[in-house]
């Protein structure tokens, strides 16, 4: 690339996720992960980024997030425009890099933003010194983008831009030239960007993955969690990652056997898939998945310069076992064998057969080898029997179990002692549900999808409505997700008390207006003055109490029904009930 | 009516022995169906007979005229598959001349072997628009192997039904009642909750599985998606939040890496499939306002050798929303002419204004908003017919264009009539299946 002159300030721009919600509406589908997002990435490593692009420069670099605030923009251009104008304009050269990985676009959403950043946004935005540093999921979409290709081809491009997409393809297109295609390296591109540290990684699969937990009975062992594989490495930052971590496993080899074997047949697939697309040409790579065609080659060591198993998570290591064997035995030419897993369990075996076993993540739990040794199984805990993955899925009936619930508070350390409801009254111990909901909150999403399901059947409730304020508010958040309701509607304490047999508070607006019926949330019942006053409030608003759905309870099945019979009898359901009141635990 | 009776007749007679045992379904549903419909039972008992004592000589609109409650076979084709062209068929010749049937109808699809998934979907918009706006009252009887038939036959029909419930049609058709159950013969309720592991189409690999199909299928890219809120109470306006939520899981699923690697195309072609072919597709259906009902659905066609991705809705159609754009483009103002309407307007014409939407720069936005748009469709066929050599069908007010080899050629033109509001996007890509990895 033809250097620029030497820039004078790197502006790094994001656009706001307060913004996410009106970008959806134009068409601008945010990413499920945050890899790109500033505090989430590596702001070092755009300094690597303008290197591989030929913009060395020891520039001032800052960061801006753009954010429409209050003000509302009918078109996405206009967002678009209104960025570019509220740059700041240094005296001289700057490189604006903007940063779109965080959004799944399209050639038309492409057309909008050049429309903004180009056409509509004043002239002298952006001048012939600058350079525009375009971040993009697909390249293509720019140059697809007719919009685009005409403010080029016509001389309205005022500046120089660079394009650089996640598959390291990059285009320059400068004023009166021709684009120019080239290729970044993505360790020297991407990779900086990313925080690519296992502990990062590691916080992305306990935090950020839809979680399964319970008690259950594999083939050769017992564990107690399940992770969605598929979800997780769906995130930029972890395929990156595995693929980093496969790549350094190689160790330079280029003709590659990968075979694949485990459970979680859809992410093996997906993993032999997307390593063969990426490193091809440069690595030559049959993928075959063993449990379609389990046959290997004998000659095997003869045709490729090694071998790689492939698996999702390693526990005894017997599933993995006959297969290195296998490629051992059949090793004449004594090639490199070994195995990649994306996880492991901390008490896993670290070679299999002789193999080192390669595995991106180390999870901080054991599993247990057997019955006698199952810690689970002297607990007594409901016992999931898996043959296949869906079986990880399965929430039993008895879930949330006490053990289920104090693991997940000690592990939290969600427990307060001798503190206050929020109705002042002195309680031994209290939960906390902020933490437990920012810790768990995935896994309990799968356990209020299935107690909605059971006690809710085809019904979607209009709303969900709670007291405003923390903590009921973040459980009220989670159930809406979990059960795909968008209106959560959230009640101020002082109204709740204002209620009377003659109707709500005089003079309020009635926040439950349009939604006829309501799912009550609250994340505990001590009491239950609060949920009681919740169901007058929105009888008195004319909405129809479908029931409640609380965290976890201090009433005992009696207190219950009389609420239950304010509700018309509706379900009432806790996930877990504290065992006797009369401690006042 | 005459000219499609005659040509049923003859079909009727080719297909006289699977049609006998499509007559003897038809007598065991009548000796064991409760269809509390209003309050009555079925009463095929007139009709059953007339089947039973006149095989060969089959008039169906006889037949039809004289049971208050009336079985509509759903005819596939010689070998079973169901697509657009039966879907016409079937809507046009049969559905229509019973939708003032006061006692409902059942929807009788037990001899399809095997759907084209834009005839599965554009079923679902038809069918909402019988029940919601003409008040149709009716079932399903969808395919399913019984023991009473022959080992190949009963395995075909093993094969539909478990497409049906890999597909999730059973989502598609919670956009017309929301307890899919109901809409089914009582024979059936349960149908799509069958255990795993099916025998047809499984999530996990299977030697005689393609893996194209096997990775679509395992990473749930097959199943049919719905971008409305079908809530309680019945289906919501088609939410920008489902489109986006749709288009991220498609991208994220790179399925250009599949295509890639399972069929040959070049990665950076292929990428084209998921993250602009079909998030065009799926942004477009924000063009056509009013949409209640809009589906997604990929499949692949074994014959064909083809990848096929539909999208389709229930919103104004495409001529409509851009006819006074086309009128400003000719030279013409819409006071001038008059209003559009798809049941005056000669279908010719409609075919015109519908192509017109194709072209470069031409959208139904006004003002500020018009400038520099109009691109969704183009990108669409351009991409389809030019960079993936398939081809283009768009189904909207009755006519049918099909863009094939060059996207600038002008499309074949037909007639497809349907008498509900919507729009359908057809793409074919062809692929050379590779042998798996």
């Excluded at chain 2, 659905?297 to 159609?317: K, Q, R, W």
Aim: proline share 6%; glycine share 6%; hydrophobic share 40%.
């Amino acid at each position: 690339m033809v250097p620029q002159s030497p820039l004078q300030e790197v502006i790094v721009v994001d656009l706001d996720p307060g913004d996410s919600q009106f970008l959806i509406e134009f068409g601008f589908s945010p990413t499920q992960s945050t890899s790109w997002r500033p505090g989430e990435r590596n702001e070092a490593g755009f300094e690597s980024l303008l290197r591989s692009c030929g913009l060395a420069s020891t520039a001032l670099m800052s960061q801006r997030s753009f954010g429409a605030g209050l003000k509302r923009h009918a078109l996405p251009e206009a967002y678009f425009a209104d960025l570019a104008n509220d740059l700041p304009i240094p005296a001289g050269p700057r490189a604006v890099v903007l940063n779109l990985m965080p959004f799944h676009l399209s050639a038309t959403r492409m057309d909008k933003v050049a429309k903004g950043l180009f056409l509509l946004a004043k002239k002298s935005g952006f001048r012939p010194s600058d350079v525009l540093l375009i971040l993009v999921r697909n390249l293509d979409w720019l140059l697809k983008s007719r919009v685009f290709t005409e403010i080029h081809s016509s001389a309205q491009l005022s500046c120089s831009v660079v394009a650089v997409d996640l598959r390291c393809y990059g285009s320059e297109f400068r004023p009166g030239k021709e684009p120019r295609a080239f290729e970044v390296q993505r360790e020297e591109a991407i990779w900086p960007l990313l925080q690519l540290e296992g502990r990062r990684i590691y916080h992305s699969l306990i935090r950020e993955t839809n979680s399964y937990i319970g008690h259950f009975a594999l083939p050769h062992s017992h564990v107690r969690t399940h992770y969605d594989l598929a979800e997780f490495i769906r995130y930029d930052h972890v395929w990156e990652y595995l693929l980093g971590t496969f790549n350094r496993l190689l160790g330079g080899a280029e003709r590659l056997l990968l075979l694949g074997v485990g459970m979680e047949l859809r992410v093996i697939q997906q993993m032999g898939e997307q390593f063969k697309a990426v490193l091809e040409p440069r690595i030559s790579m049959t993928f075959r998945n063993l449990s379609v065609d389990p046959a290997i080659e004998e000659d095997w060591s003869n045709q490729y310069e090694m071998a790689v198993v492939v698996t999702d998570i390693v526990n005894t290591g017997n599933t993995v076992k006959p297969w290195v064997e296998k490629l051992d035995s059949s090793n004449t030419a004594k090639k490199r064998v070994a195995v990649f897993a994306v996880a492991c369990m901390q008490n896993s075996p670290t070679e299999i057969g002789g193999v080192t076993v390669s595995a991106a993540l180390r999870i901080k739990r054991d599993f247990y080898p057997s019955r006698q040794e199952c810690k689970l199984c002297l607990l007594e805990q409901p016992i999931v029997k898996v043959e296949t993955v869906e079986d990880f899925r399965r929430v039993t009936p008895e879930q949330l179990t006490p053990f289920d619930f104090w693991e997940m508070v000690k592990d939290a350390q969600a427990l307060a002692r001798d503190a206050l409801d929020p109705q002042g009254r002195p309680l031994t111990y209290r939960v906390d549900t902020a933490r437990l909901v920012s810790r768990y909150g995935s896994w309990l999403a799968n356990v209020i999808r299935r107690r909605f399901r059971d006690h809710w059947p085809n019904i979607t409730p209009a709303a969900i409505c709670t007291v405003r304020g923390e903590p009921g508010a973040m459980f009220a958040d989670l159930v809406a997700r979990a059960i795909g309701v968008r209106k959560v509607i959230g009640i101020d304490r002082s109204d709740l008390r204002r209620v009377t047999a003659a109707g709500g508070p005089p003079g309020a607006d009635n926040p439950l207006s349009g939604s006829l019926t309501v799912l009550l949330v609250d994340d505990g019942i001590n009491y239950g003055h609060t949920l009681r006053s919740l169901i007058r409030f929105c009888q008195a608003a004319g909405s129809v109490v479908l029931g409640a759905l609380v965290l976890d309870s201090r009433l005992a099945e009696s207190e219950k029904l009389p609420i239950r019979t304010e509700m018309g009898l509706s379900p009432l359901q806790s996930l877990y009930d504290w065992p006797a009141r009369g401690r006042r635990l | 009516m005459q000219p499609t009776v005659v040509p049923a007749f003859l079909t009727l007679l080719a297909l006289q022995p699977p049609l006998q045992r499509g007559l003897d379904r038809v007598v065991r549903i009548r000796q064991h169906l409760h269809f509390p419909l209003g309050g009555h039972r079925a009463h095929l008992a007139t009709g059953v007979e007339a089947y039973a004592d006149r095989p060969g000589q089959l008039d169906r609109k006889t037949t039809m005229s004289i049971s208050s409650n009336t079985h509509l076979y759903a005819q596939p084709s010689r070998a079973g598959f169901f697509g657009l062209s039966q879907l016409q068929s079937f809507t046009h010749d049969v559905i229509e001349g019973h939708l003032d049937a006061k006692e409902g109808v059942f929807l009788d699809f037990s001899a399809v072997k095997v759907w084209d998934v834009a005839a599965l979907l554009w079923l679902v918009v038809a069918l909402h628009h019988y029940r919601r706006n003409k008040g149709l009252a009716f079932l399903m009887q969808l395919p399913e192997g019984t023991h009473a038939l022959p080992g190949d036959n009963r395995e075909a029909l093993d094969k539909s039904a478990d497409y049906l419930r890999r597909w999730r049609f059973d989502r598609a058709l919670q956009n017309i009642d929301i307890d899919v159950d109901r809409l089914l013969v009582p024979e059936q309720r349960g149908y799509f909750s069958p255990p795993e592991p099916r025998k047809y189409y499984r999530d996990q690999p299977v030697e005689t599985q393609p893996g194209l199909l096997q990775s679509l299928i395992s990473r749930r890219l097959a199943e049919i998606r719905s971008l409305a809120d079908a809530g309680f109470g019945g289906s919501a306006l088609i939410s920008p939040q489902s489109i986006s939520a749709c288009v991220r899981e498609f991208q994220a699923e790179r399925i250009g890496d599949i295509l890639a690697v399972q069929c040959g195309i070049e990665k950076r072609t292929a990428d084209l499939f998921g993250d602009h072919l079909l998030t065009e597709a799926l942004l477009n259906v924000q063009e056509h306002p009013n949409a209640s009902v809009a589906l997604v659905g990929i499949s692949v066609m074994g014959n064909t050798n083809e990848l096929i991705l539909t999208v389709v809705d229930n919103g104004d159609s495409i001529p409509s929303t851009i006819y006074e754009r086309y009128l400003k483009d000719h030279g013409s103002s819409s006071d001038k002419r008059p209003a559009y309407s798809r049941h005056t307007m000669p279908a010719s014409d409609r075919a015109t204004i519908a192509d017109h939407a194709t072209k470069r720069g031409v959208t139904r936005k006004k003002g500020a908003e018009a400038q520099k748009a109009g691109m969704g469709l183009t990108y669409i066929k351009e991409d389809a017919v030019d960079t993936f050599h398939g081809k283009l069908w768009i189904i909207t007010d009755s006519i049918g264009l099909r863009y094939k080899k060059r996207a600038s050629d002008p499309p074949e033109r037909r007639e497809w009539y349907h008498s509900w509001p919507g729009n359908l996007v057809r793409i074919a890509v062809p692929l050379a299946i590779a042998d798996p990895l």
